[in-house]
């Protein structure tokens, strides 16, 4: 991992403070819903480290879903239009839908995700992201549980990717800006 935390210009979120905070996520989520059965659907793949250690603080029954989207346009800048790479394999009417998110940016993907999964029909439908970056956001989002609001730096680790890297790293880090020096919006 020597070389990959070279391209670390800073560590925002120390392990233990993620821990902490995805601890107390869990616990608030399980009181919100209790008595109830839910189902999480993670939005891949920067959000299978949150989802895996979200779920183990988790004391309500529930279940994993899973959903691959791509943004159409250049590599650098969401262009509002989503395409889903991989659809649930379950239908969700009916049922009580917590989406799990690693970053809002943009909030593009999201409001796109939230408009087709509330056409299925949901019990309900709310969301909870592990970082939220508020000031790129053009789109408003409703979110229902933060883990922590970011600046406006290009993050990675615990999940995030750069190029499909760094997803390893145990906190989340500023990605160096010489590592993305031609892209202005680098996107994960
Ligand atoms: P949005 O549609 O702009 O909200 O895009 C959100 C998605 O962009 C996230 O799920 C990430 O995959 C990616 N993304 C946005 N900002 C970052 C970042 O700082 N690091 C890594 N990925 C990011
Ligand atoms: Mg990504």
Known sequence: MQELEGDVA?????E???????????????????DLEITLIAVLKGSVIFLSDLMR??????????MATSSY????????VVKILKD?????????????EDIIDTGHTLSYLLEILEHRQPASLRIVTLLDKRERREV????????FEVPNKFVIGY???????????????????????SVEHPRG
């Open 57 to 66: 603080h988790l004391t309500i029954p529930h279940r994993i879903d899973f």
């Open 140 to 147: 408003p989002v409703f979110v229902d549980y933060v883990g």
């Open 73 to 80: 346009g250049d590599v650098t800048e969401s262009t509002g």
């Open 16 to 34: 233990d403070a993620l821990a902490e905070r995805v601890a107390e996520l869990g616990a608030e989520i399980s009181a919100d819903y209790e």
């Open 159 to 181: 999940g995030l990717d750069f190029n499909e890297l760094y997803r390893n790293l145990p906190y989340i880090g500023v990605l160096k800006p010489e590592i993305y020096a």
């Open 88 to 100: 649930l394999d379950s239908p969700i009417m009916g049922k009580h839908v917590l989406i799990v």
């Open 10 to 14: 800073e560590v925002l979120i120390p």
